[in-house]
């Protein structure tokens, strides 16, 4: 039986990318110090910020919220809202809802939900047995994103919280590198500058690995939805988390160095990529194109079922 570095007390985690073995306290305290670390390093909350937090019922969105409220509820003049988007797939989101429901209801936070079936007359079930040109995951991913961002404008967010971890990060940097996409690699979360339409996102849980992600939510008792999605295999990021998860096995550490290293060349990207210029789509979206990529997107499904 390993024993915390700290105490003395029976561990819990043993951290291979630090060397410490620690007990469930200090394994808590070690997750919030780096939350807390980067919500100071993102925004500068001045009061009378609104902030809306993006939660699925998952593990880590779940996280993000409980840290957010334990480190900001306190705070009278800032408000907060938890938005969850109901993408519409049989024997998954409706298992989650109630989760967030009891979850919100507990800390006193609203809860707003909007569904694809309200917001664009059809479901990520409906999605995937269309024709189509590009995966499930692609259109679920941009349908996600303007519900989010939508509502979260609607609600008037200052910022737009999500609960992407160091994993989904360093597998972003990871696919912009590979594919050569800079311009997007430039315009990855968190948002230092603000776009007329877009709500600004943060990323509290970025420098946290999954598997403390996963591990804070079991030691803290938090009830979250572990279903996957059913849909998930599709995904072309699982290609790079594999890659990811073998370098972190053999050079434990390998996910913190390529966040550092996309963070020390973040003021470059800065200077070299100029925010683009957005107008307005036609469902009130801002995009670089005429329309947005939603509309573009739904536009196939449409002639495709014709």
């Not at 692609?138 to 996600?144: A, E, I, P």
């Not at 800065?270 to 210029?277: M, R």
Request: glycine fraction near 8%; aromatic fraction near 6%.
């Amino acid at each position: 039986m390993s024993l915390c570095d700290k105490c003395g007390r029976q561990a819990v985690v043993f951290v291979r990318y630090s060397g410490a073995h620690l007990c469930k306290e200090h394994f808590s305290d070690f997750v919030e110090r780096r939350v807390k670390h980067e919500i100071r390093g993102q925004v500068d909350l001045k009061g009378g910020e609104r902030l809306a937090v993006a939660v699925s019922g998952g593990k880590d969105s779940t996280v993000t919220l409980e840290l957010l409220h334990k480190i900001l509820g306190r705070r009278k003049d800032l408000e907060m809202c938890a938005i969850t988007v109901d993408e519409g797939i049989a024997g998954y989101r409706e298992s989650s809802l109630p989760m967030v429901a009891r979850m919100c209801h507990r800390l006193g936070i609203e809860h707003l939900v909007r569904s694809f079936t309200g917001l664009y007359g059809t479901t990520m079930d409906d999605i995937s047995k269309a024709t189509r040109d590009q995966s499930t995951c692609s259109y679920c991913g941009v349908l996600r994103r303007r519900a989010m961002n939508s509502t979260a404008r609607e609600w008037g967010a200052t910022y737009l919280a999500t609960g992407l971890n160091l994993d989904d990060t360093a597998q972003s940097i990871l696919m912009n590198f590979a594919r050569g996409d800079v311009d997007r690699l430039a315009r990855l979360g968190p948002h230092r500058r603000t776009q007329p339409g877009l709500v600004p996102r943060i990323q509290p849980l970025r420098t946290i690995p999954e598997s403390e992600s996963l591990l804070y939510a079991i030691v803290n008792g938090l009830e979250f939805h572990d279903l996957e999605c059913p849909y998930a295999p599709e995904a072309v990021r699982n290609a790079y988390r594999s890659v990811l998860a073998e370098l972190e096995d053999q050079f434990p550490g390998t996910r913190h160095s390529i966040l550092k290293s996309y963070d020390d060349l973040r003021p470059a990207l800065d200077d070299s990529f100029e925010p683009a210029t957005l107008r307005s789509c036609g469902c009130g979206e801002p995009t670089i194109s005429e329309r947005c990529k939603a509309c573009e997107l739904l536009d196939t499904l449409k002639k495709g079922s014709r």
